[in-house]
T-cell receptor, first 114, second 115 residues
Framework: SQQGEEDPQALSIQEGENATMNCSYK?????LQWYRQNSGRGLVHLIL?????REKHSGRLRVTLDTSKKSSSLLITASRAADTASYFC??????????????FGQGTILTVHP | DTAVSQTPKYLVTQMGNDKSIKCEQN?????MYWYKQDSKKFLKIMFS???????INETVPNRFSPKSPDKAHLNLHINSLELGDSAVYFC??????????????FGQGTRLTVV
């Protein structure tokens, strides 16, 4: 079953602006991850935040996690045209038997105009 | 060197045929996966193998049969292909270690079109 929902489904911004994407999920998690998918390509891991963490940074990326609300957000600052892609959140359920199985959200299509 | 490589990249075939997709990872990971991405870009896990042993089978039709000859390879064989099997299939690997889960590395995908 589908775990998460992302909003917005599509986001169109100008280069230099910030982009914020949100993700909600339904079960208890071990961690939440964000992936990027360029058109016609595979998924590239961006950042992983564990259930006991609230915020994480990596370069221009900032991820927050609110386990009480079962939600996460991904902020991309100072966006570039090269950031144009689909962004997916994915969760790994709590418990020792998930073996890293990812349950994906529906994705946000980000378009950054030069 | 590509970390996770899958072949072929594109596969066009007729209904009823049998086809295979191959996947190899050179990361030394113990766990490999097959995910399916549908036309709406929704990604869903199909199978997972850990050290050549099947550990996750997400109610996939038994026309789909994964095979892992060793922990670096996970192939997907599909019998009697149907139109609804058209999708992009992604292979991935990771090294889940209980509490400290890590990220997955994905192949470039195989776009399967059944006509």
């Amino acid at each position: 079953s589908q775990q998460g929902e992302e909003d917005p489904q599509a986001l169109s911004i100008q280069e230099g602006e910030n982009a914020t994407m949100n993700c909600s999920y339904k079960t208890s998690i071990n961690n939440l991850q964000w992936y990027r998918q360029n058109s016609g390509r595979g998924l590239v891991h961006l950042i992983l935040i564990r259930s006991n963490e609230r915020e994480k940074h990596s370069g221009r990326l900032r991820v927050t996690l609110d386990t009480s609300k079962k939600s996460s957000s991904l902020l991309i600052t100072a966006s570039r045209a090269a950031d144009t892609a689909s962004y997916f959140c994915a969760t790994v359920n709590a418990g020792g038997t998930s073996y890293g199985k990812l349950t994906f959200g529906q994705g946000t299509i980000l378009t950054v105009h030069p | 060197d590509t970390a996770v490589s899958q072949t072929p990249k594109y596969l066009v075939t007729q209904m009823g045929n049998d086809k295979s997709i191959k996947c190899e990872q050179n990361l030394g990971h113990d766990t490999m996966y097959w995910y399916k991405q549908d036309s709406k870009k929704f990604l869903k896990i199909m199978f997972s193998y850990n050290n050549k042993e099947l550990i996750i089978n997400e109610t996939v039709p038994n026309r789909f049969s994964p095979k892992s000859p060793d922990k670096a390879h996970l192939n997907l064989h599909i019998n009697s292909l149907e139109l609804g099997d058209s999708a992009v299939y992604f292979c991935a690997s990771s090294q889940p270690t209980g509490i400290r889960e890590t990220e997955a590395f994905f192949g470039q995908g195989t776009r399967l079109t059944v006509v």
